[in-house]
């Protein structure tokens, strides 16, 4: 019952977040915010909320470590199982792409992250340090748009959930669902996890690794996806990398003010490693003009994950 429940919580927490998001861009578009902006933080910050809730939630539960291993193995899952997928089901034209900077980025945040989370608990303090950064990042990209005609706007029919005779009414309903079923999906999901992690006898930072992590990247998954059946490789690239960079530095960042965030032993000596390891695997088709994500590397991608919870389990 309580892998029920825990799916309930999750389809839930999916949905709430959709419609949020959905709400809020709506909304900010008829108020007559840039596309652009909106596109750099609304939808942003609005497609984490579902691991942002689960993270607050998990703080207040006395479960950090469920929150650090959202985040942490979630981070994995996207490089090594939300590219693999893809990857397995249409090669991703990687060498298409120009995401050096993004990735770089990423690579540069992970680093920061990581020795952050050696001089642990992660408190408030660190908490601002990682949303300054991320602040920067979200500035610097705003002017990289700015700066070339091409990327003034970005256009309404690339945002989700866009609809221009959508009602006041309509986006009132989105918003009110979607700020309800949050907290209410990341209460029946954590609640439920923990129950799960106590009846199987591991930690709550093992959940996180695994069910909490795997559950919270569906999104992306999906997206990736269809990104590489559409033969959009950058799309699938960005996504992930865009992905892995508010995950560590926006979701921990805001987590943190509900409370200090206990770094446990097997982090330092294990997950942050294969974390960082994962995110080197695909430097390679970053980087490269004439590598392509091939069937291949999308098994060998997903095997490693495969890999990486039965030893984390066991």
């Known amino acids: 019952m309580e892998f029920l429940f825990a799916g309930i919580g999750l389809i839930i927490l999916l949905l709430s977040g959709d419609l949020l998001v959905r709400g809020a861009v709506n909304s900010s578009l008829r108020l007559g915010l840039p596309a652009l902006i909106v596109s750099l933080t609304i939808v942003a910050f609005g497609t984490s909320a579902p691991e942002l809730l689960i993270s607050i939630e998990a703080i207040d539960d006395n479960a950090a470590g469920l929150a650090l291993g959202n985040v942490v193995g979630s981070n994995t899952a996207n490089i090594l199982l939300v590219l693999g997928v893809p990857a397995l089901v249409s090669t991703l034209n990687t060498s298409d792409c120009n995401t050096r900077k993004s990735y770089v980025t990423m690579l540069l945040a992970s680093i920061i992250f990581i020795a952050i989370a050696f001089l642990g608990p992660i408190t408030w303090v660190h ?3 990682l949303l300054s950064i991320l602040a920067l990042i979200l500035g610097d990209q705003a002017r990289q748009a700015l700066a070339h005609r ?10 989700e959930g866009v ?14 669902l979607g700020l309800i079923g949050l907290p209410l999906g990341a209460d029946i999901f954590v609640d439920s996890s923990l129950i ?10 093992v959940i996180g690794l695994t069910l909490v992590a795997l559950g919270t990247s569906l999104p992306e998954l999906a997206t990736t996806v269809m990104a590489a059946i559409r033969r959009q490789a950058d799309v699938a690239l960005g996504n992930v990398i865009g992905s892995n960079m508010f995950n560590l530095l926006g979701i921990i960042g805001v987590a943190s003010f509900f409370g200090d965030i206990p770094v446990d032993r097997s982090f330092m000596t294990f997950d942050f490693w294969v974390m960082l390891g994962a995110s080197l695997l695909i430097a390679p088709f970053v980087f490269s003009s004439t590598r392509n994500m091939t069937r291949r590397w999308g098994a060998a991608l997903c095997a490693a994950y495969v890999t990486y919870i039965w030893v984390v389990v066991h």
């Open 196 to 205: 799960i992690a106590q009846r199987l006898g591991v930690t709550d930072s």
């Open 127 to 129: 908490g601002v340090i």
């Open 163 to 176: 609809d221009p005779d959508m009602p006041w009414w309509k986006i009132g309903v989105f918003l009110l």
């Open 150 to 159: 091409r990327n003034l706007k970005v256009m309404e029919d690339d945002l």
